[in-house]
């Protein structure tokens, strides 16, 4: 097997159990979702495969919690986070996945919460029940903010870690010529 092939195996386990923990028990919207979506994105050198890996794990989970009428701005979210982990895909240092992070986390806010305000008729369609939408959302906010900071810092921290330890996991200058 070459090194390629055992650094995506492993690319894919780690993915993979990101996806997995999203079923596991945990405080409302701290989850590795977007952590893992911004991951994928950064590591993964196949386009299709850095969007496919987070789709597929976001929709296997999703078979498991249940469908709801906002997905496909979830999903859109999540496409912006790998395409965010792939603009990051060469400097992959503490400030990029920092500000990667903080973004996407920010967009997702703002483009789910538009959408409950705007879809599901919770709230009046008007400045107040926007305002009031989002203010609503703030400790939800507050979770995946921290969520993301947290699952972002354990993928990317452990992934720089293991690749001190095991050359081959390091991306390389034909791996980054590929994406």
Known sequence: MSDAQRRLILLVSVIAAAALMRILP???NFSPIAAMALFAGAQLADR???YLLPFSAMLLSDLVLGFHG????VYG???VMVWLGRCIADRQRVSPV???TLGGTALFFLVTNLGVWAFDGLYPRTWDGLVSCYVAALPFLQNSLLGNLFYAAVLFGAWWLAERRLPFLRRTSS???AA
Request: glycine share 0%; net charge positive; aromatic share 10%.
């Open 70 to 73: 906002q997905m496909w701005l």
């Open 48 to 50: 299709r495969l850095a």
């Open 175 to 177: 791996r980054l010529a």
């Open 26 to 28: 945990h405080p409302p």
């Open 98 to 100: 920092l500000a990667t």
């Open 77 to 79: 979210c999540f496409a």
